[in-house]
Protein backbone atom coordinates (compact mmCIF):
# COMPACT_ATOMS: atom_id res chain seq x y z
CA UNK A 1 0.00 0.00 0.00
CA UNK A 2 3.17 2.51 0.59
CA UNK A 3 4.49 1.51 -2.41
CA UNK A 4 1.59 2.56 -4.08
CA UNK A 5 0.39 5.93 -2.51
CA UNK A 6 4.78 6.98 -3.43
CA UNK A 7 4.33 6.05 -7.19
CA UNK A 8 1.00 8.50 -7.04
CA UNK A 9 2.98 11.16 -5.33
CA UNK A 10 6.07 10.83 -7.64
CA UNK A 11 3.28 10.66 -10.41
CA UNK A 12 1.18 13.83 -8.97
CA UNK A 13 4.82 15.83 -8.68
CA UNK A 14 5.75 14.95 -11.88
CA UNK A 15 2.31 16.02 -13.17
CA UNK A 16 2.88 19.14 -11.59
CA UNK A 17 6.26 20.33 -12.55
CA UNK A 18 5.08 19.64 -16.69
CA UNK A 19 2.13 21.29 -16.47
CA UNK A 20 3.71 24.25 -14.64
CA UNK A 21 6.89 23.91 -17.34
CA UNK A 22 3.88 24.10 -19.82
CA UNK A 23 2.37 27.70 -18.68
CA UNK A 24 5.87 29.25 -18.48
CA UNK A 25 6.48 28.53 -22.49
CA UNK A 26 3.33 29.20 -22.94
CA UNK A 27 3.18 32.68 -21.00
CA UNK A 28 6.60 33.23 -22.74
CA UNK A 29 5.61 32.70 -25.88
CA UNK A 30 2.18 35.35 -25.58
CA UNK A 31 4.60 37.95 -24.75
CA UNK A 32 6.81 37.62 -27.94
CA UNK A 33 3.65 37.82 -29.81
CA UNK A 34 2.53 40.70 -27.98
CA UNK A 35 6.30 42.51 -28.05
CA UNK A 36 5.94 42.00 -32.08
CA UNK A 37 2.40 42.81 -32.58
CA UNK A 38 3.36 46.24 -30.73
CA UNK A 39 6.01 47.14 -33.08
CA UNK A 40 3.68 46.13 -36.19
CA UNK A 41 1.38 48.63 -34.74
CA UNK A 42 3.99 50.90 -34.39
CA UNK A 43 5.00 50.70 -37.68
CA UNK A 44 1.82 51.19 -38.78
CA UNK A 45 0.85 53.94 -36.86
CA UNK A 46 4.26 55.48 -38.24
CA UNK A 47 3.07 54.95 -41.71
CA UNK A 48 -0.31 56.67 -41.31
CA UNK A 49 1.62 60.03 -40.21
CA UNK A 50 2.43 63.10 -42.57
CA UNK A 51 5.35 63.39 -44.28
CA UNK A 52 6.79 65.81 -41.91
CA UNK A 53 5.44 63.74 -38.64
CA UNK A 54 7.54 61.18 -39.96
CA UNK A 55 10.44 63.26 -40.29
CA UNK A 56 10.76 64.27 -37.00
CA UNK A 57 10.39 60.27 -36.03
CA UNK A 58 13.29 59.03 -38.07
CA UNK A 59 15.63 61.87 -36.61
CA UNK A 60 14.72 60.65 -33.31
CA UNK A 61 15.24 56.91 -34.43
CA UNK A 62 18.36 57.84 -36.41
CA UNK A 63 19.59 59.61 -32.96
CA UNK A 64 19.07 56.79 -30.91
CA UNK A 65 20.67 54.29 -33.40
CA UNK A 66 23.70 56.46 -33.80
CA UNK A 67 23.88 56.58 -30.07
CA UNK A 68 23.79 52.66 -29.38
CA UNK A 69 26.49 52.03 -32.24
CA UNK A 70 24.32 50.98 -34.90
CA UNK A 71 24.45 53.69 -37.48
Not at 9 to 33: G, K
Not at 57 to 65: G, T
Amino acid sequence: MIAISSFSLLFAAISVVSASTLVVMMLQESRNATRNNGMVAFRRHLDALSDDSRAHVRQQLKDHSTKQGRG
